[in-house]
């Protein structure tokens, strides 16, 4: 009898577990969820979040293998993110366990690829459940809401695009010297000096260049030596003597040839040219060269040089016959200016008769207006008479860029690569339409490879942008003063900064009112919002939607826009 009661008594016990391990899987709740941050926030184009769970004690079954899944769900379209699994403690997987008895923690994490009108959605899990084979679904919770979306104002299409540079020079200087040789000692200017080629085509060349219209004589300039030998106080008084004859050489020469137009005249003179001796020693056969250089750099003292050199008897007669005689001499130097053709000039040519103009011309006058399209029948005209020079292909290329013809630019960027595989103009535009697209891996390659030109800059820091590296973007920006700049310092909260940036855009467009307003929301300034905000609308009224949508100006009423 008592055999029969225990018995009975344990099958009931059996009963009794086996209820509590087949009971179904409770409904989650809402607050059982904390989404970072809230609302979502966009990094770069994407859309990451993390959903952190407290389960209480006896929520999930022992037995339950749970699968939860963030959806993000807007007016017509919704991302799904990546599965989490959540087990009781029986169950065999590879998912986060919760405890029975003292519940637990769990980690959900969310990323999506940005989809514009994420900005107004919300955030829920769906939850799956596997309780010993028997598959059934609970109820979704919502766990967030909304999506900051500022990071996606970041735009390829804003960035400038790199031009192939114009040589042109509307004023080519040009230098010419010849030099005058004195015998030891003296210091008179003779006529076997001043007769030989390099003087005769001195002087010529300063004849032609007072009578050209475009030339202009810019400077005249005497330098006088004395070799170093002797005292240095007879050096200085010869030096000194030959640059005064020299110069007054030059002037009586000036006013024989009927020169009265030329820069300053200036004239100047060095006692012991002892660099100029090193000098023509280092380029020298003398045997025992290095022997003198060594005394050159042992001795600082000129007097103590001179005579530690003297003493080198077997080589100072080799000096006196080839070194000493190079360093009596003046130079005089002319520097001539070649004017070329004003700008005006210029213009009245392309538009007369573009034929009479040299390609870096052509290339200048499109410097000339910021008129795009103006701009692009230049760059048209540079490739029709010069259609061998790359730079005409990505300059025309760059105005279709910024006329919004991607297809067009993308061509004549590929054309003006295949001309000059070492452009790195064409390297880096062809790196925009790649980060236009979206191919950011290509884009990384070349932009990277055309460092060094000025536009490179902007076009790297869009590309950290979009990756969500907001401190590598703003090293890539350094000083610039652009919309994309701005945005990388709004996004940095270093918002001094984005207004000194955004106030010192020289052609502020809708995008740098429309940041100016974000900087206001963040800063509560509502005159700042209101008032960029209108003027974001007047230039571009399809920022209106955007930023009604916009969770940076969920705060103001923006109905009046």
């Not at 959900?108 to 959605?121: F, H, T, V």
């Not at 040519?349 to 573009?354: A, I, T």
Request: glycine fraction near 6%; include cysteine; proline fraction near 4%.
């Amino acid at each position: 009898m008592t055999y029969r009661l225990s018995y009975a008594a344990l099958a009931t016990l059996v009963a009794v577990g086996l209820a509590g391990c087949s009971k179904k899987q409770g409904n989650f709740e809402s607050r059982f969820f904390t989404t970072v941050p809230t609302p979502v926030e966009s990094v770069g184009e994407s859309v990451p979040a993390t959903v952190n769970g407290s389960l209480p004690a006896k929520f999930i079954q022992k037995n339950a293998k749970v699968t939860a899944t963030p959806v993000l769900q807007w007016a017509d379209g919704q991302a799904t993110g990546q599965p989490v699994i959540i087990q009781g403690e029986n169950v065999r997987a590879n998912g986060q366990m919760v405890s029975y008895k003292e519940g637990g923690q769990v980690v959900i994490p969310y990323n999506a690829a940005y989809q514009p009108g994420m900005e107004k959605s919300e955030l829920f899990l769906d939850f799956n459940v596997d309780q010993n084979g028997k598959l059934y679904t609970l109820p979704r919770v919502k766990v967030g809401y909304g999506v900051v979306s500022t990071s996606t104002l970041a735009s390829a299409a804003t960035v400038v695009p790199a031009t192939a540079p114009d040589n042109f020079q509307k004023v080519i200087s040009e230098k010419y010297s010849a030099d005058i040789h004195f015998l030891i000692n003296q210091a008179n200017v003779r006529s076997s000096q001043t007769s030989k080629a390099d003087y005769i085509d001195l002087n010529k060349k300063l004849i032609e260049a007072s009578k050209a219209p475009n030339q202009e004589i810019a400077a005249l300039t005497v330098n006088s030596y004395a070799s170093p030998e002797g005292s240095y106080e007879f050096n200085e008084q010869l030096a000194q003597k030959r640059e005064q004859n020299t110069a007054s050489y030059l002037e009586n020469q000036l006013k024989k040839d009927k020169i009265t137009e030329f820069g300053e005249l200036t004239s100047s003179f060095t006692p012991e040219d002892w660099e100029g001796f090193q000098e023509l020693v280092e380029k020298s056969n003398i045997q025992d060269k290095e022997l003198i250089l060594g005394v050159l750099r042992m001795y600082k003292d000129p007097v103590q040089r001179e005579k530690e050199i003297r003493n080198l008897s077997s080589v100072f007669n080799e000096l006196a016959d080839q070194i000493l005689p190079q360093l009596r001499y003046s130079r005089v130097m002319a520097t001539i200016n070649v004017i070329g053709k004003s700008d005006q000039e210029l213009l009245d040519l392309y538009n007369n008769d573009p034929a009479k103009l040299t390609n870096d011309e052509l290339l200048y006058v499109a410097t000339l207006t910021d008129d795009n399209a103006r701009k692009m029948a230049v760059y048209k005209k540079a490739i029709e008479l010069f259609p061998n020079d790359y730079r005409g292909y990505n300059n025309l290329g760059m105005t279709e860029y910024v006329a919004g013809d991607y297809s067009s630019a993308a061509g004549m960027f590929r054309k003006a690569l295949s001309m000059n595989p070492q452009s790195k103009e064409a390297e880096m535009n062809l790196g925009l339409i790649d980060l236009l697209e979206g191919r950011y891996s290509s884009a990384n390659e070349q932009i990277g490879r055309a460092a060094g030109i000025p536009e490179a800059a902007d076009a790297l820091g869009v590309y950290y942008l979009t990756q969500g590296e907001t401190s590598k973007a703003l090293n890539a920006f350094g000083s610039a003063k652009t919309n994309n700049a701005a945005l990388a310092q709004i996004l940095a909260k270093d918002y001094p900064a984005a207004r000194n940036t955004l106030s010192a855009i020289a052609n502020p467009d809708a995008t740098t009112y429309y940041l100016t307003a974000i900087l206001g929301a963040r800063q509560n300034n509502e005159n700042m919002v209101m008032s960029n905000l209108r003027q974001a609308v007047r230039l571009n009224p399809e920022l209106l939607t955007r930023a009604k949508n916009d969770l940076e100006f969920a705060s103001y009423n923006l109905s009046y826009l």
